[in-house]
């Protein structure tokens, strides 16, 4: 179970930058925009003006690239425990599950144990498609 919080802070902790990094541009780019302008000369303090006026341009960008960003780290882990890095055997997990059906032998035996392969797939697979649907949902110029 350490383990596998480990991996995850790790993970967590190499990924925020580039959301953070996006954030930041974006705050920059909408510091100079007439409405902000507007909203500082109407007396708004500096944290109304960006809780009221610029998190609402980018949040759906925020949440487009969090639920991008879960399909990433599930296959960072599976693929760190696939290599013998992550998580090893007593724990289950879709990388420890692939790194058993890596012998040719037990996969003519037990064909089933390509099932969590699939699983990968489908769960990655609809995590993104859920992402692309929430950014476009929320898209505030569509």
Not at 19 to 48: C, M, P, Q, Y
């Amino acid at each position: 179970m350490l383990v596998y919080f480990l991996i995850t802070v790790i993970l967590s902790g190499l990924g925020w930058t580039g959301l953070a990094r996006v954030v930041r541009g974006r705050f920059f780019a909408l510091k100079t925009e007439d409405f902000i302008k507007a909203a500082r000369l109407d007396g708004n303090s500096s944290l109304r003006i960006i809780v009221r006026h610029m998190v609402p341009s980018f949040l759906s960008h925020i949440i487009a690239v969090v639920t991008l960003a879960i399909p990433a780290m599930i296959l960072s882990e599976t693929a760190l425990s696939f290599l013998g890095v992550g998580l090893r055997p007593p724990i289950v997990s879709w990388g420890v599950l692939l790194s058993e059906a890596q012998n040719i032998r037990s996969l003519a035996q037990a064909p089933w144990l390509l099932l969590p392969g699939g699983c990968v797939v489908i769960a990655v697979l609809s995590l993104n498609f859920l992402g692309d649907g929430l950014r476009d949902a929320m898209d505030p110029y569509a």
